[in-house]
């Protein structure tokens, strides 16, 4: 019985790990500079929150500065890019992903 439950305990273990490296999400950028409330949605999140500077972004993210603030993303193709203030943007409407990692070619 013991070996039973040690082996179902291992097996659990693996699946979870193989669960969240299939979830792992691609980098987009960082926030480098703000001036003002940044607010952040992760994609596997309903709720924003008050990001700041350094927050990595991730595919599937909203940034939403509040209006008339400014904010630059640090892309990671190394591009500082403005965000639009007073709206939340897709993260990688702003840092696209190179072709590449899109479409995994």
Same mark, same amino acid.
């Given at each position: 019985m013991l070996i039973v439950a040690v082996a179902g305990l291992v097996m @659990? =273990? $693996?699946s979870t %790990? @193989? %669960?969240q490296t299939a979830t792992t999400a *691609? *980098?987009?950028g960082a926030i480098a500079s %703000? =001036?003002?409330t940044v607010w952040v949605k992760p994609s596997n999140s309903s709720q924003y929150y008050a990001a700041p500077v350094g927050t990595t972004l991730y595919v599937g993210d $909203? &940034?939403?500065p509040d209006a008339? =603030?400014?904010v630059i993303l640090e892309c990671s193709s190394g591009a500082k890019l403005p965000v639009p203030s007073g709206v939340p943007s897709g993260v *990688?409407? &702003?840092c696209p992903l190179p072709q590449s990692e899109e479409t995994g070619k």
């Open positions: @659990a =273990s $693996l %790990a @193989a %669960a *691609t *980098t987009v %703000a =001036s003002g $909203l &940034i939403w008339g =603030s400014q *990688t409407n &702003i």
